[in-house]
Nanobody, 125 residues
Framework: VQLQASGGGTVQSGGSLRLSCKAS????????IGWFRQAPGKEREGVAC????????YTADSVKGRVTGFKEIAKMTAYLQMDNLKPEDTAVYYC???????????????????WGHGTLVTVSS
């Protein structure tokens, strides 16, 4: 299993970014993709989760209404679109997957088994 996150960068407050997670080595349509972030000095936080079929399921309260997520099945790529970014969104963002764990509308597990390298998002005020 391989996951490659990309799309991070530096944007001004109020700006947008689309993060990508290119997947390989597993049945992309059988597994959820979780997006997590970790800011300096803080614990890792689950941000959003996309179901096996590509539907955005869980979103954290901290980003609710500002993120959308989906899958492009043919490209084996999951996306996290983030709008109206705030300085507190600054973090390293990771995508993850697992053959057993699933996300619900109000629940996102943290113990995903496979993780990609992170991509840094910096939001300036």
């Amino acid at each position: 299993v391989q996951l490659q996150a990309s799309g991070g960068g530096t944007v001004q407050s109020g700006g947008s970014l689309r993060l990508s997670c290119k997947a390989s080595g597993f049945m992309f349509t059988d597994q959820s993709i979780g997006w997590f972030r970790q800011a300096p000095g803080k614990e890792r936080e689950g941000v959003a989760c996309i179901s096996a079929s590509g539907t955005l399921m869980y979103t954290a309260d901290s980003v609710k209404g500002r993120v959308t997520g989906f899958k492009e099945i043919a490209k084996m790529t999951a996306y996290l679109q983030m709008d109206n970014l705030k300085p507190e969104d600054t973090a390293v963002y990771y995508c993850a997957t697992d053959p057993v764990l699933w996300c619900g509308n109000t629940y996102m597990p943290s113990g995903f088994g496979s993780w990609g390298h992170g991509t840094l998002v910096t939001v300036s005020s």
